[in-house]
T-cell receptor, first 115, second 115 residues
Framework: KQEVTQIPAALSVPEGENLVLNCSFT??????LQWFRQDPGKGLTSLLL?????REQTSGRLNASLDKSSGRSTLYIAASQPGDSATYLC??????????????FGRGTQLTVWP | GAGVSQSPSNKVTEKGKDVELRCDPI?????LYWYRQRLGQGLEFLIY????????KSGLPSDRFSAERTGESVSTLTIQRTQQEDSAVYLC?????????????FGPGTRLLVL
């Protein structure tokens, strides 16, 4: 069974800190992994997508890494800002059969960055 | 439109009533997805449409749930005889093709509360 787990469930940090969000998955046969951001009352916004052949992706202050063998991904946020406060979701596409489009989501990490 | 839109944004209904939720995907997107997000849970896949192919309904939780899509445009998710456990945010997403490489763009969701 494909499962995606995120820890911690919630995180509260002061502005300026560097932080790491964790995502783990039970099946190492992944196709790709995405990190999304969800703001209250809004839909999800894709932040980074890592293909199975890649080890990391970077966008601005965000860096996502992928270690298939250990079934883990981390999202690193540098110099956090209050505007980063949101729920961060990890979603995995598993390379099993013809359903590569199907995403399996973790429950998310609710991040609060206070001034 | 510029993004995926959903209506209504909020819906309160009584147990046993039927509800219809609407999704307008990004113009030109052939793939459309419905997800459910219950409080404290990750996103659950419900149904997937790709062009004129038969939809993948494997995520629908019961036969009270059904969805339709006209061509490559609007989709409607119908829940018959609603139950309290149907209370959730229902999210719609679309992508240019039903491939994992193609980022799914999400709408803001419909918040359904069944009393």
């Amino acid at each position: 069974k494909q499962e995606v787990t995120q820890i911690p469930a919630a995180l509260s940090v002061p502005e300026g800190e560097n932080l790491v969000l964790n995502c783990s998955f039970t099946d190492s046969a992944i196709y790709n992994l995405q990190w999304f951001r969800q703001d209250p009352g809004k839909g999800l916004t894709s932040l980074l997508l890592i293909q199975s052949s890649q080890r990391e992706q970077t966008s601005g202050r965000l860096n996502a890494s992928l270690d298939k063998s250990s079934g883990r991904s981390t999202l690193y946020i540098a110099a956090s800002q209050p505007g980063d406060s949101a729920t961060y979701l990890c979603a995995v596409s598993f390379d099993r059969g013809s359903t590569l489009w199907r995403l399996y989501f973790g429950r998310g990490t609710q991040l609060t960055v206070w001034p | 439109g510029a993004g995926v839109s959903q209506s209504p944004s909020n819906k309160v209904t009584e147990k046993g009533k039927d509800v219809e939720l609407r999704c307008d995907p990004i113009s030109g997107h052939t793939a459309l997805y419905w997800y459910r997000q219950r409080l404290g849970q990750g996103l659950e896949f419900l149904i997937y449409f790709q062009g004129n192919s038969a939809p993948d309904k494997s995520g629908l939780p019961s036969d009270r749930f059904s969805a339709e899509r006209t061509g490559e445009s609007v989709s409607t998710l119908t829940i018959q005889r609603t139950q309290q456990e149907d209370s959730a945010v229902y999210l719609c997403a679309s992508s240019s093709r039903g491939l994992a490489e193609k980022t799914q763009y999400f709408g803001p969701g419909t918040r359904l509360l069944v009393l």
